[in-house]
């Protein structure tokens, strides 16, 4: 064993033995479902375990179908008042209700940080960007437009209204609770419509922590639900949240298997949809690229949240003529910079993955490879608990499953490639689409290669690409419509034509 795995080895031994403790302001860390303004008990409650050291940091109510379905009631009342809300007082209640996180993110940050493993650097940074897209919203409230129509004949105007869609659904993942909400429900609220969220059960913590700042912030009784529920019940709350009549919208963050089951629900009432799901993203690395740029790119696409994010760089192409700088100045990089322990620990960079299963995927995804004939450069072992030692694989194929399937985890495999459109063939050859970014100082190839990519985002010689103001969301079997921007209002919009006739020229 290594030096640098031996110290790995009793950093963890130590993150897993000692006793963690929460400590989040008594407010914040809520336990119960918020329906309707109100503070619900369920039947039965569920544990929210520390991913880190396994041990249960709370119980929370775990709602079943008719704690969704008077959530739904709830919504669907409340919605026939928001909606008459002026835009801009559902500007100045957002406003607040960002300010407020914004009052508590370190509170905050420590939920995020116990409930999903992150370090609390990126907790931090998360509660910034989760509250970044509630004051984006708040200012795209007072922006919905409708718009005036030229008609072809003098005795009538045509007016187009734009109007909410009614009820939405919002099923989140584990891996941003905060920013997965607020990115829906910031649109959601701004447009007029109300909502009911079903968080994932490793994370419901951060979804009731906002339902408190969202009461105290004003909100309106109804307008913001949240239900919480087990691994056990998420289809059966699911089939609610997808099926009811009074759901207008669903809106979904997850897997692609996942997704294509909702989408089937959703069609037999023809809701409207918005998915974000799978991403797969290239990492293409062309020999113009300033290597060092490319390298700080990587780790930081790679290894934020341990690979735990669906625009995580997952295929890594870099060209032979500076396949090997790379992979030695990466190796460097990856020494210098990653610490695994618990995300409460100041120096921790790499946390735990979000429970064992993850780690076993990562782990068989390593062993398919080296039998395949790729070589461990770094990394490569499964470790205590649900911790996986950041891995860097060199000669990678396309035939490995690593490159076949999405990765979510701190696993980094390099494939060589010769030309242009080899790069952009195996980067294609995916059939889902979110992200996908590379590195190159050519400008005539920049714009070949970005026009090229079969993505919804590109990232030009940048690893981190999201923001509040710019459009979220894939191509091919990524996903369904966009979050964020100026077109994230749009999803909870409907177009209402009018014509008003009869006039006198």
Known sequence: MSALSLQRSGRLSAATQRLYSLNAAAPLLRTRAYVDGQWVSAADAFPVLDPATGRELARVSDCGPEEAKRAVHAAYTAFHAWKRVTAKERS?????WFDLLTQHKEELAKIITFESGKPMRESVGEVAYSASFLEWFSEEARRIYGDIVPASATDRKLLLLKQPVGVASIITPWNFPSAMITRKVGAALAAGCTVVVKPAEDTPLSALALAELA???????????????SREKTPSVGQVLCTDPLVAKISFTGSTATGKLLLKMAADTVKRVSMELGGHAPFIV?????????????????????????VCSNRFLVQSGIYQLFLDKLGRAMDAELRLGHGSEPDTTQGPLINARAAEKVAH????????????LRGGKRLEGSFMEPTLLADVS????C???????????VIRFETEEEAVAVANSANV??????????????WRVAEALEVGMVGVNEGLLSAPEAPFGGVKQSGLGREGSKYGVDEYLEVKYMCFGGLKP
Do not use: W
Not at 92 to 96: E, M, Q
Not at 292 to 299: E, L, P, T
Not at 398 to 401: A, F, H, R, V, W
């Open 398 to 401: 396309t035939e490995m499953l």
């Open 433 to 446: 689409g979110l992200a996908g970014y590379f590195y190159s100082q050519d400008v005539s190839q920049i």
């Open 92 to 96: 100045v209640l957002l406003r607040r």
């Open 365 to 376: 995804q390593i062993s398919d490879a080296v039998s395949h004939g790729a070589k461990v």
């Open 286 to 310: 062309f020999d113009s690229a300033d290597v060092d740029k490319a390298v700080g790119g990587a780790m930081a696409s790679k290894f934020r949240n341990s690979g735990q994010t669906c």
């Open 215 to 229: 009461e105290k912030a004003g909100i309106p009784a109804g307008v913001f639900n949240v239900v919480p529920c």
């Open 403 to 413: 490159t076949r399937e999405e990765t979510f985890g701190p696993l980094l495999p």
